[in-house]
């Protein structure tokens, strides 16, 4: 009998805020022994080329992307939620997709440019070319290439740290960007031809996440899959969505959300079943054969 896949559905390159070329990235779940790897990079396709080249024979590449989004708390009186929507198999030429990640990568621009001049004003020893030096030409930028910046001046000792005490959400030196309300994004890769699974609904050390009855209204509205097994997702919430996504008819997904350096999370380090790829690929179905080779007979 073969052996079951390896599939790790979320990956972050250069392209966004990892510190693995694309290329690197691929070479990385080679290493891992990775059938099947997505790259998810924050509100951009641009790795998607440069890993599709680099992919060695028997490899699978899932396209997509990581959406910056707004949710509703589902908790009355409550403002938004910054909550995360990967989208797969999706036309990165769509033209709703292209105009919106292009203003989101300028959002993440003007935002990070923003808040090193905070930094730099109230006495840090960085500038705005210092946070540049990590980000490669057109590539979304994101508070990670601050935190690298800031361990290289020897600011702080990590990019977790840097998090820790300087960059989280609220901190002085935050500053906000407008994201997707997350219906509209949904919608989108919907008709782009892809299927939208909701990241890490439940990474409590993020910040406020949303109720279950929003994950509900979400799958009413399109959603096709939930990310269950992640890093951040403790285990009496990866059971409380297990559960839910039972009840809701929701695919399930596991995933490392590799960021080569920039955490210390290995790629594969947690993973997705054959039959949740099988079943995201028959619901992206209609899409524009981004994955090609697709359905995935290959996996059983
Ligand atoms: P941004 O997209 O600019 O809002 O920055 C958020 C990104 O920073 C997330 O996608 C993570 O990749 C990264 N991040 C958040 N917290 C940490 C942390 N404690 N250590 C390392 N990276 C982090
Ligand atoms: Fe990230
Ligand atoms: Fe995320
Ligand atoms: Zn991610």
């Known amino acids: 009998m073969p052996r079951s896949p390896r599939i790790d559905l979320h990956t972050h390159s250069t392209a966004s805020d990892g510190t693995d070329s694309p290329a690197a990235l691929v070479a990385a779940a080679a290493g891992a022994e990775v059938d099947v790897v997505a790259i998810t990079d924050h509100d951009t396709t641009g790795g ?12 699978r590449l899932v396209r997509g992307a ?26 990165p030429a769509h033209p709703a997709i292209e105009a919106e990640q292009a203003r989101l990568r ?44 800031l361990v290289a001046a020897g600011v702080v000792e990590s990019v977790n740290a840097a998090f820790a005490t300087l960059l989280y959400t609220g901190s002085p030196y935050y500053v906000p960007k407008a994201d997707t309300p997350v219906r509209a994004a949904i919608e989108m890769v919907r008709a782009a031809g892809g299927v939208a699974v909701f990241a890490h ?15 509900a209204d979400l ?4 959603l096709g899959g939930v990310e269950v ?20 008819g929701l695919v399930t997904t ?19 079943t054959g039959d949740a790829l099988d079943e995201l ?20």
């Open 229 to 248: 097994e992640h890093p951040d997702h403790a285990e009496p919430d990866r059971a409380l969505l297990r559960g839910l996504a039972a009840e809701l």
């Open 281 to 300: 690929v028959a619901r992206a179905a209609g899409g524009v054969g981004v994955l090609t080779g697709c359905p995935l007979p290959w996996f059983r």
């Open 201 to 215: 609904p439940l990474a409590r050390g993020r910040g406020r996440v949303v109720e279950p009855s929003v994950i």
């Open 66 to 91: 990581e959406f910056s989004c707004v949710s509703p708390s589902g908790r009355d009186g409550e403002r938004d939620v910054s909550v995360h929507l990967l989208g797969y198999l999706f036309d």
């Open 219 to 222: 799958t009413a509205a399109g």
């Open 106 to 149: 300028e959002e993440r621009h003007r935002r990070l440019v923003g808040m090193t001049e905070r930094m730099a004003a109230d006495g840090y020893p960085i500038d705005v070319e210092a946070v540049f030096a990590y980000l490669p030409a057109g590539a979304s930028a994101g508070r990670p290439h601050l935190a690298r910046a």
């Open 254 to 272: 596991g995933s490392s959300d590799y960021h080569g350096t920039n955490k210390t999370t290995p790629i594969a380090a947690e993973t997705t």
């Open 48 to 59: 998607w080329d440069e890993a599709a080249t680099a992919l060695p024979a028997g490899m």
